[in-house]
């Protein structure tokens, strides 16, 4: 990956180095000349009227056609369809005295989850 150090807008440039005169120059020619040099604003002074280019001011991708957005509704049934399969599932093989502390937090977290949709009901 390229990093770039500097600014687009603020990038070193030459000088245009003004050519010597013959003859010298009035004071009316010599304050033109330095008011059309001077930058007309701040913005113009930072360069921030210039638009920003490179690669880190592209916007994100386009998100995958595939990619379903849920409903607080479809997440809600997902969930109660989860935690309805996990009680059959507990119901099914019965609490036994020889559980691992895993699968007995797991029960706990499980419970948990139950008495927090109830509550929700």
């Known amino acids: ?6 600014l687009p807008g603020l990038q070193p440039r030459q000088l245009n ?5 013959a003859t010298p120059a009035s004071f009316k020619s010599r304050v033109r000349r330095l008011s059309q040099a001077l930058p007309r604003g701040w913005k113009h ?3 921030l009227d210039v638009t920003p280019t490179g690669l880190e001011f592209i916007g994100p991708p ?3 056609d595939d990619m379903e957005m849920l409903d607080a509704e479809t997440r ?6 989860l935690l309805d ?4 599932l507990y119901e099914e093989r019965g ?12 029960r ?3 419970s948990l989850l139950l008495n927090y949709q109830m509550l929700e009901d």
């Open 1 to 6: 990956m390229r990093v770039q150090y500097t």
């Open 76 to 81: 809600r049934r997902r969930w109660r369809e």
């Open 108 to 110: 706990r977290m499980h």
């Open 45 to 47: 002074l930072l360069h």
């Open 17 to 21: 180095q003004p050519e010597i005169e």
């Open 95 to 106: 609490a036994s005295e020889e559980e691992s502390e895993e699968h007995q937090m797991a």
């Open 85 to 88: 399969r996990q009680t059959r």
């Open 62 to 64: 386009p998100s995958a």
